[in-house]
């Protein structure tokens, strides 16, 4: 019978104590968790077009993550740009960087500007990406919305 007890307690896992305290396990290295870290050119033109097709705001989704992936923005970036940063008239996107980067300004290409044309048609309030209710998105909003889509 202690023979058994003594099995058993081999066979649970005992944590690692070192100096009185138990170690947390290692970390696994993204490396070996996944391949890579971005999605290529055609994921992200799924992305989007999936994004089209879901839900009633499917044209705002779509040029939300076409922005997103074309210049770079942070969610945080998405959620406050306003119109007011926009010159559709020249193309030019005004970005307000967050985490004290340097702003700047980026060209709009043709499908953007299709895009940014039809969504301030449809809304008119101050921000670009509204909720119905005409406030801007939560970013927790824009990760549910990716992870929807995905």
Do not use: C
């Amino acid at each position: 019978m202690a023979n058994v007890v003594h099995l058993r307690a081999a066979k649970r896992k005992v944590p690692n104590i070192q100096n009185g305290k138990v170690t947390p396990p290692r970390r696994v290295k993204n490396k070996s968790r996944r391949t890579r870290e971005h999605l290529t050119p055609a994921e992200v033109d799924k992305l989007i077009a999936a994004a089209g097709k879901l839900g009633r705001h499917g044209h705002r989704d779509a040029t939300l993550l076409l922005l997103a992936y074309r210049h770079g923005l942070r969610v945080g970036e998405l959620v406050t740009l306003r119109w007011d940063q926009m010159d559709l008239k020249q193309g030019l996107l005004h970005v307000a960087r967050l985490k004290n980067d340097v702003p700047s300004t980026h060209p709009l290409r043709g499908p953007e500007l299709r895009a940014l044309r039809r969504l301030k048609r449809d809304d008119s309030g101050p921000y670009v990406f509204t909720t119905e209710r005409g406030g801007p998105l939560t970013t927790s909003t824009v990760r549910k919305l990716v992870m929807r889509q995905a």
